[in-house]
Nanobody, 121 residues
Framework: QVQLVESGGGLVQPGGSLRLSCAASGSIFSINAMGWYRQAPGKERDLVAT???????NYADSVKGRFTISGDNAKNTDYLQMNSLKPEDTAVYYC???????????????WGKGTLVTVSS
């Protein structure tokens, strides 16, 4: 089994910064892709950013230039650096990873339980 645990959420003023972390543990042979999604109250869960094992990144238009996703394969951890935060960034942020647990197996999708980010003065 694999577990993903997010951390780093909290309350921040508009214009501030936060860094979210997602630590993967358990049976991990390789992490094929990492990503962050968010869900605001009353809205659907939306993609924020993704990064492949090769380092290719993709961002939602709403966060381009403000958020940066990165990964540390040695620590099985990925990060979401969020700068110039806006009230509309308020949401529960979820970590998502495609992980292969053993040689010869295919990748499987895993989700964390989420961490709340509130941007307010």
């Amino acid at each position: 089994q694999v577990q993903l645990v997010e951390s780093g959420g909290g309350l921040v003023q508009p214009g501030g910064s936060l860094r979210l972390s997602c630590a993967a543990s358990g049976s991990i042979f390789s992490i094929n892709a990492m990503g962050w999604y968010r869900q605001a109250p009353g809205k659907e869960r939306d993609l924020v950013a993704t990064i492949t094992s090769g380092g290719r990144t993709n961002y939602a238009d709403s966060v381009k230039g403000r958020f940066t996703i990165s990964g540390d394969n040695a620590k099985n951890t990925d990060y979401l650096q969020m700068n110039s935060l806006k009230p509309e960034d308020t949401a529960v942020y979820y970590c998502n990873e495609d992980i292969t647990s053993a040689v010869g197996d295919g990748g499987k999708d895993y989700w964390g339980k989420g961490t709340l980010v509130t941007v307010s003065s």
